[in-house]
Each structure stands twice: as C-alpha cells, then as structure tokens.
C-alpha cells in the first residue's frame, strides 16, 4: 500500500503552470537506504537496454538503464509502496497514476557529458497530459550539477528528439516537430528553473517540459533514479520506430489508442 502524502494547492498550481516543481524530504531514511540498495543492484547487473551515455575519453562515466524494476524489489518497493504514486495522482489531478516505468542516470565522478536540453515525451509510446517524472537523487546534488527547466515549456509544442551524442533524428522524421530553439544563448527568453537537492529530496516534471544538466566534479558521484507516471488520459501511441525505451510486444497487446493497461504498467494510485 503506498504512503501518502498530501501536496498543498500552491504546489499543484505551480506543477500546472511551470511543468516542474522541487519536493523536499519525499522519500525518508528507510527508502533512501533501499534506494540506493536497488541503484547499486542494477549498477552490477545492468539489463540489455543499458547504454554508456559518455564519450569514450570522458574521464568519468555516463551510464543509463532502463526498466527494470520487475527483477529489481528494492525499485519495485520505491515505486509502488512509497508516496510518489500519491505525488503522482496530486500533480498530475488525475484519480489514478500508473507506473510506466523506471530509469537509473549515473554519472561518475569527473564525468563531463552534458545533458542536453530535451523533452522526454517525444522519445515515448504514450499521448496523453497527465503524466509525471520524479528525478530522485540518493547523493547531494549542487546547483551547478542538477536538473534545469524551461518553466512553461510542456504547454504543447514537441520539439524534434535527438540522439544526445549525435544529435542524429532516429524517431520522428526531420521536419515533421519544431526544432529546439538555442535556450542558454536566450536567457531573457527562458526563464529557468533550478534546485539544489539532497537525498530525500526530488523534483518532478512534465514529460513535455525541456530539461537539461551538466556533468559532475571530480569528487562528486551523481545517483539519480527516475520514476515515471502516467495518468488517467494517457493512451498508447505505437510508433513506426524503436522508442526509448522500448517495449517489446506492447503492440500486439495493446491497440492504437487504447489506455495503457498492461503488467508492464500497473496501477499504482488507489492501490488495487
């Protein structure tokens, strides 16, 4: 059964308005521990869809991996048992919130791969408004080292996904989604918001809303764990390419359209 944990209306008002919003002490001590528990566990057993994000002569480590909190129960417990489904239902003003899935961002000491400005929805299987991801560090994260946003920025517009490496279009076609305008070089033109974070601590966002960071320190190990949302709109979109993640056989299981009620994304608020 998970915790709740009530959200006052200013903080589901300005979710609504900026498309991201900064949660203090969410997870406590018993979790954080779990937590990191489960990121060390998928550290040394990374699953197929594992990638190393970073260049080959950065001096640190960029590593990514994504959905799997089945084989995982410290993931699953976070996920399912703690308050974020309750967060989740609150800020997206949805009366039911379920998981669709997990992501673990590890960057190591040193490393200097940014995170470039993005949107997460474009890269997914879902339509929809309501949805949620909780980025959940277990290490303090300074000012300088963790997530921004473009407050506004999930109003609508879908901007062309990217390899972050490359910045190859491998999902939609070019020309068919607005190009990314050049934010840091427009400050005036986009507003940004910033928090720093300790562990307990997570800020959440709109899978619309543009979102970047920079890499880490040389003395600083940075261990975030994502976990994604979906609320009572959302509906799956199959596309004709890979998305990331994937999800092999969802589209014979589910139709165009249809709500996305699969094992693979159970529901977490009201527990059933």
């Known amino acids: 059964m998970p915790r709740t944990h009530p959200l006052d209306a200013d903080t589901v008002a ?11 002490g969410v997870l406590g001590a018993r979790e954080l521990a779990r937590l990191e528990e489960g990121i060390e566990h998928n550290l040394a057993h990374l699953s197929p ?3 190393v ?25 976070v996920l399912l048992d703690s308050a974020l489904p309750h967060l989740a239902g609150q800020l997206m003003q949805s009366p039911t919130a379920r998981l669709y899935h997990d992501h673990l961002l ?13 949107q997460d929805q474009p890269y997914y299987n879902v339509d929809g408004r309501q949805n949620v991801s ?6 303090p994260v300074p000012l300088q080292s963790t997530l921004r946003f473009v ?15 490359d910045q190859q279009a491998r999902w939609f076609p070019e020309g068919t989604l607005a190009e990314l305008p050049a934010i840091d070089q427009q400050p005036d033109a986009f507003r940004q918001l910033a928090w720093a974070l300790e562990p307990g601590d997570c800020v959440a966002f709109h899978m619309l809303t543009l979102h970047a960071s920079s890499g880490v320190g040389p003395a600083q190990r940075r261990r ?5 949302y979906l609320g009572e709109d ?16 969802l589209t014979e299981r589910l139709a165009e359209g249809a709500v996305m009620d699969d094992p693979l994304f159970p529901l977490a608020w009201p527990a059933p």
Not at 14 to 24: E, K, N, S, T
Not at 134 to 139: E, L, N, R, T
Not at 234 to 249: D, E, K
């Open 14 to 24: 300005a979710y609504a308005r900026d498309g991201a919003v900064v949660l203090r």
């Open 49 to 51: 869809l594992a990638l």
């Open 53 to 77: 994000a970073s260049e080959p002569d950065d001096p640190g480590r960029f590593v990514e991996d994504f959905c799997t909190w089945q084989d995982n129960p410290a993931y699953r417990s």
């Open 106 to 118: 590890v960057k190591e000491p040193g490393t200097r791969q940014p995170t470039p400005w993005h």
């Open 134 to 139: 909780f980025w959940i560090p277990v290490d």
């Open 151 to 165: 407050a506004g920025s999930h109003a609508g517009t879908w901007y062309m996904p990217r390899t972050f490496r």
């Open 224 to 228: 975030v764990f994502s976990a994604r």
């Open 234 to 249: 959302a509906r799956h979109a199959p596309r004709r390419w890979r998305t990331s993640p994937p999800f092999a056989g």
